[in-house]
């Protein structure tokens, strides 16, 4: 247990307590564990625009349902050529990975059925060619990303661990998202107890064994283990974007996160939505993100992870390009980050510098209150000219009403330069400071 007290909520942020009470990393090559920006074939499940499971039978049972036979229910989102799509709007826009969901057998009756042997992990739905898939994958120089969903048979996963961790390995795969979701079996063991907690841990380590990352939704809490296990690269374990889709998180959600999901550990909370209203894919659920399009930008910034997806559907990027550019640029691996400003429950600002670079990244997210900044750059390299690119809301832009009015502006800094933001209510902002390298990447531009 760790108690952190001061009176400037930036100080909370910067503290890096928990991780250093962790021990140092017991790998020796960790050559092989690398930040991730993904997309995925995702969004449109959740919303309920397309289904995981392939047909609309009430139950299945594995290796005797015959697949072939039975009858497509026409809304399976997890085949060969709606992935390929993914993958190539990927390759276009400099993604690492294509994450694809309902691509395995047993998906018919995995909810709340209390179903021991409900996935094998191997067996692909007819319409999903594994083989092909990942060899078109590669050679547009993407990876596709595992998911391996539990259905909370915790005993039937790690029955199948080795196997499903082989098939990763030759079929291409290096990281798995993995999902808990239900009441655990065995009956009697929780998502919070010592029991689940060893397993998370044992599946992670067995992970390292085949050099596969893993990002386990549903799982506990994380507790600074990924310096000692950094194949750990993400989780979920809070509410993440997906519970926009069911009703909803507040405002606020994403600027309280930040002092309590995540002094454990990165979060894969799933930003980049652009299309706020759930109904334009599924006019059944009449749940909306409760967010402005600029604060999904600032997402990348606040809630650090080094894996981050844009998770919307890609045809709901196309109307926005100019804004995506920020998703495109962003970094996912840093070597400074900077509290600007933060108050629970109201809002946070931070900067971010991209490692191995002079770049800087800028991001702020708001209650339904909204916020204004007063920003300065002294933490710019002196005597070193900057591109800023600001995404932010416009004057009339409100979460409920109106989410997706955005401005976006050009200009230099220096560390010596000031400005002045308004996040909308549900709001943010999002910038980009690049180095200038060349004179004439200046020409025109006028000082912000």
């Known amino acids: ?14 503290s890096k307590l928990i991780l250093n009470l962790n021990d140092p990393c017991v790998y020796e090559d960790v050559s092989w564990i690398k930040p991730v920006k993904y997309i995925g074939v995702w969004w449109e499940m959740i919303t309920g625009k397309s289904s995981w499971a392939y047909t609309d039978l009430p139950a299945v049972k594995l290796g005797e349902t015959d697949y072939t036979q039975v009858m497509p229910n026409g809304k399976h989102a997890a085949h060969t050529e709606h992935v390929k799509k993914y993958i190539d709007f990927a390759a276009e826009h400099g993604f690492d990975q294509v994450l694809v969901e309902g691509w395995n057998i047993g998906w018919e009756d995995w909810f709340g059925k209390t179903k021991d042997y409900v996935f094998d992990f191997v067996t692909p739905y007819p319409d999903f060619d594994v083989q092909e898939l990942n060899q078109y994958a590669a050679s547009k120089g993407v990876k596709l990303m595992m998911h391996h969903e539990t259905s909370a048979s915790v005993r039937n996963y790690e029955r199948h661990l080795d196997t499903a961790y082989k098939f990763m390995v030759e079929n291409g795969y290096n990281a798995v998202k993995s999902g808990y979701v239900g009441n655990i079996i065995p009956r009697g063991e929780y998502h919070y107890g010592q029991w689940l907690v060893n397993h998370y841990l044992y599946a992670v380590k067995k992970a390292a064994d085949y050099k596969i990352m893993v990002n386990a939704h549903e799982a506990v809490r994380p507790t600074g283990l990924c310096r000692t296990y950094p194949n750990l690269i993400g989780n979920e374990s809070a509410r993440g974007t997906e519970y926009e889709a069911f009703g909803g998180s507040n405002p ?9 999901r995540l002094m454990g550990g990165p979060m894969d909370y799933t930003p980049g939505i652009f299309e706020m209203r759930v109904s334009k894919a599924n006019p059944d659920n009449h749940s909306f993100v409760h967010s402005t399009l600029a604060r999904q930008l600032a997402l990348y910034v606040t809630m650090y992870s080094p894996l981050q997806m844009a998770a919307d559907m890609i045809e709901n990027y196309e109307p926005y390009m100019d804004a995506f550019q920020f998703i495109k640029d962003v970094a996912v691996d840093w070597e400074d980050s900077r509290y600007l400003e933060a108050e629970p429950g109201d809002y946070i600002t931070v900067a971010r510098k991209a490692k191995g670079t002079n770049n800087w990244f800028i991001g702020c997210t708001a209650d339904e209150n909204g916020h204004r900044s007063n920003l300065t750059f002294e933490y710019l390299e002196p005597g070193k000219k900057y591109i800023a690119t600001v995404y932010a809301d416009a004057k009339d832009a409100h979460y409920e009403h109106n989410p997706q009015a955005y401005t976006i502006r050009k200009g230099i800094l220096t560390n010596k330069s000031k400005l002045t933001l308004a996040a909308a209510p549900g709001g943010g902002y999002a910038i980009s400071v690049i180095e200038v390298t060349n004179p004439e990447e200046i020409k025109g531009l006028k000082k912000l």
């Open 1 to 14: 247990r760790t108690v952190m007290v001061s009176d400037d909520a930036r100080e909370i942020l910067a």
């Open 252 to 260: 606020d959600h994403t600027t309280i996160l930040p002092f309590t």
